[in-house]
């Protein structure tokens, strides 16, 4: 279900849409996947999926 939602970035007047086009970094672990994206305006957000939802 979370990797249909569109993640954007929460920094202080910046609602940029985060896809692939701006993943960074990619890591899958025990406890899920997760994806560091860097914004346009230079903030960085981290997502972890759940292998198991």
Do not use: F, I, K, Q
């Not at 954007?8 to 940029?16: I, K, L, N, V």
């Not at 985060?18 to 997502?47: H, P, S």
């Amino acid at each position: 279900m979370l990797e249909r939602l569109t993640a954007t970035c929460e920094a202080a007047g910046c609602d940029r849409a985060l896809d692939d086009g701006n993943c960074m970094l990619e890591m899958e672990r025990d406890g899920g996947v997760r994806r560091a994206y860097e914004c346009d305006c230079g903030a960085v957000t981290v997502t972890v999926v759940d292998p198991s939802r």
